[in-house]
Structures are given as C-alpha cells and as structure tokens.
C-alpha cells in the first residue's frame, strides 16, 4: 500500500542535507543509493523525485562550472591561455609560466 503520505516521505528522504540523495551521491555510497532506488521504486512519484533532483542538480552544477570557468577565463585575459588555464588544463603554476613566457615574448 502506497498512499500519499509514501509519496511526501519521498520528497523528505531524498532532500536530507546530511543523508538524502545528493549526500549519498557525493560520498560514493552505492550500496545506500542502491536500497535507496529499490524502496522508491515501489512508491508512486518516487524515481520520479529521484530524478528531478538530480536534473536539476546538474542543472545547477552545470552552470556553476560554465561560472567559474569563465570567470577564470578572463582573468587570464582570455584567448588561448586563459581556456588552457580555466578549463584545467594547466596547473596554476603552469599557467603562470605560460603567462610570463608571452608577455616576454619567448
């Protein structure tokens, strides 16, 4: 018997900060998302909840990285040098040397 109340528990499970979906996610606890996924598959909504999360959970880390990477990207005054430097490509330490070699014209 799964009711409404199946469904809310659901939501409430997979959006705990310390246990729910994205923790187990990040802390590589496989076996855990593994039972998880096997009690929300019997539950009406449940995978679907699963999965709205984590769509809009690389939604989100999706555009923070664009973010980031752009704003890396023009503080090494963008071109070739500053993709190599802010996709990580290159270390910082790298970079740096790149940085000064042109500048030097070497």
Same mark, same amino acid.
């Given at each position: @018997?799964?009711?409404?109340?199946?469904?809310?528990?659901? +939501?409430?499970?997979?959006? /705990?900060?310390?246990?729910?979906?994205?923790?187990?996610? $990040?802390?590589? +606890?496989?076996?855990?998302?593994?039972? /998880?996924? /096997?009690?929300?598959? $019997?539950?009406?909504?449940?995978?679907?909840?699963?999965?709205?999360?984590?769509?809009?959970?690389? +939604?989100?880390?999706? $555009?923070?990285?664009? /973010?980031? $990477?752009?704003?890396?990207?023009?503080?090494?005054?963008?071109?070739?040098?500053?993709?190599?430097?802010?996709?990580?490509?290159?270390?910082?330490?790298?970079?740096?040397? @790149?940085?000064?070699?042109?500048?030097?014209?070497?």
């Amino acid at each position: @018997m799964h009711t409404h109340a199946h469904e809310l528990q659901v +939501k409430a499970l997979v959006d /705990m900060e310390n246990t729910g979906l994205l923790a187990l996610l $990040r802390l590589d +606890k496989y076996e855990d998302l593994h039972r /998880m996924y /096997m009690l929300f598959r $019997r539950v009406d909504g449940g995978l679907a909840t699963v999965r709205s999360m984590m769509a809009n959970t690389v +939604k989100e880390d999706g $555009r923070a990285l664009v /973010m980031v $990477r752009a704003v890396h990207a023009q503080a090494w005054g963008g071109g070739a040098l500053g993709f190599l430097c802010a996709s990580g490509v290159q270390t910082r330490a790298a970079c740096l040397l @790149m940085y000064f070699s042109q500048m030097a014209g070497i």
